[in-house]
C-alpha cells in the first residue's frame, strides 16, 4: 500500500513539475516577444531626503504590459529572464527608457533627479554592461551622473573582484552604486567596504521593527551610526507610516522611500517635495 502511495506522489510530483516546466516555457516564449515588441515600462519611486523633504532621485522599478494577464511585476517574470539570459536585453531595455526619461527631465526643471537602475548578478557579469551604459546615455545626451545603479549582495559575492573593477568603472563615469536590501542577507557593512559603493540601501525589515521593540530600534540605531561612520549615505527602504517616520527621523539617516511617500508611480505622478512633518507635539 505504501508503494501505491509512492507511487501516485510520484505521478502528481511529475504531472506538477509537467506544469510547472510548461509554464516556464511559455513564460520565456512570452517574455522574448515582450522584449521584441517592447511591452515594458517603468514606474519610479521617490527617495525622499529628510532634512528639506526634496526628492533628490527616484528608483526605477520594471513593470511588464502583458497583453492578456496585465500588469506583472518582476517577482513574476525576473526570474525566467534570469535563467534564460533575457535579462540582459530587458536590463538594456530598461537603460534605454531610464535614459529617455532623464532626457525629458533635463529638458524641464529637474536636471537634477537622479534615476536608480536595480541591476541582477547577471546583468552585472555580461561584459558590456559599461558600453552599454556609455551608449544609452550618449545617445540621449544625458549625464552618466545622473545615473545609480543597486546592487544586492548576491551581485556583489559572485564574483567579488569583477563587481569591483566594474563598480570603479562607473564611479569613474560619475555613476555611483548603492548595495540594495542591506540586512536581507549576511553581509556586514564592514564586508562591504571593499566595494567602491557609496550608498547602502536598509532593507525594508528595518522600517518594520520599528513597529516592535526598543532593542530592535537600537540595533537600527547603532547600524546606522556605523553606516555613517564608514561615510555611506544611507537610505531606508520600506517605509510605510508616519510613525515609522518619526522614529528613522531621530536616527541618523540621510534618506527614506516607501508607501508613506509614495508608492512607484509613473513620471508624470511623481512629486519632486514633500513636507516632513514635524515632531514636536508627538509623543512616541
Ligand atoms: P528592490 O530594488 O528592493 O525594490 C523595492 C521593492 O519594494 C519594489 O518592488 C517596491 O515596489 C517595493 N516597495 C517600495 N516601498 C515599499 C513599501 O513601503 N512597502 C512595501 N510592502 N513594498 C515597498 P517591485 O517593484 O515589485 O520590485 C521588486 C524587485 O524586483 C526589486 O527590489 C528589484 O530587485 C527587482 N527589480 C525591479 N525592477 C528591476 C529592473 O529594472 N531590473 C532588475 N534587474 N531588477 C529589477
Ligand atoms: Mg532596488
Ligand atoms: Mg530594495
Known amino acids: 500500500e505504501a508503494k501505491q502511495k509512492g507511487r501516485n506522489n510520484y505521478k502528481f510530483f511529475t504531472k506538477a513539475l509537467n506544469e510547472a516546466v510548461a509554464k516556464r516555457l511559455e513564460i520565456e516564449a512570452l517574455l522574448r516577444l515582450a522584449i521584441q515588441n517592447e511591452q515594458f515600462f517603468l514606474v519610479f519611486q521617490p527617495k525622499v531626503r529628510l532634512k528639506d523633504g526634496v526628492v533628490v532621485g527616484v528608483e526605477a522599478l520594471v513593470r511588464w504590459q502583458h497583453p492578456e494577464s496585465g500588469i506583472l511585476l518582476p517577482e513574476q517574470f525576473m526570474g525566467v529572464a534570469e535563467d534564460s539570459n533575457m535579462a540582459i536585453d530587458i536590463g538594456r531595455i530598461v537603460l534605454n527608457m531610464v535614459c529617455q526619461q532623464l532626457k525629458q527631465w533635463g529638458q524641464e526643471d529637474k536636471a537634477d533627479v537622479k534615476i536608480s537602475i536595480n541591476i541582477s548578478s547577471l546583468q552585472l557579469m555580461h561584459n558590456g554592461l559599461v558600453e552599454d551604459l556609455k551608449n ?85 540605531n547603532s547600524l546606522l551610526e556605523l553606516a555613517k561612520a564608514l561615510s555611506y549615505d544611507v537610505v531606508i527602504e520600506g517605509v510605510e507610516t508616519q510613525a515609522q517616520l518619526f522614529s528613522i527621523l531621530q536616527m541618523p539617516c540621510d534618506y527614506a522611500q516607501g508607501y508613506y511617500f509614495s508608492e512607484p508611480v509613473s513620471a508624470e505622478d511623481l512629486k519632486f517635495n514633500y513636507v516632513i512633518p514635524s515632531m514636536r507635539g508627538n509623543h512616541l
Open 136 to 220: 544609452a546615455t550618449a545617445r540621449y545626451g544625458v549625464k552618466t551622473s545622473n545615473i545609480e545603479i543597486e546592487l544586492d549582495e548576491r551581485a556583489l559575492l559572485d564574483n567579488e573582484r569583477g563587481c569591483i573593477d566594474l563598480l570603479s568603472q562607473f564611479k569613474f563615469l560619475g555613476v555611483e552604486s548603492s548595495l540594495d536590501n542591506f540586512g536581507a542577507g549576511t553581509l556586514s557593512l564592514d564586508y562591504i567596504r571593499k566595494f567602491p559603493i557609496k550608498q547602502v540601501k536598509f532593507d525594508k525589515k528595518y522600517a518594520d521593527t520599528l513597529n516592535d521593540n526598543v532593542e530592535e530600534k537600537a540595533i537600527l
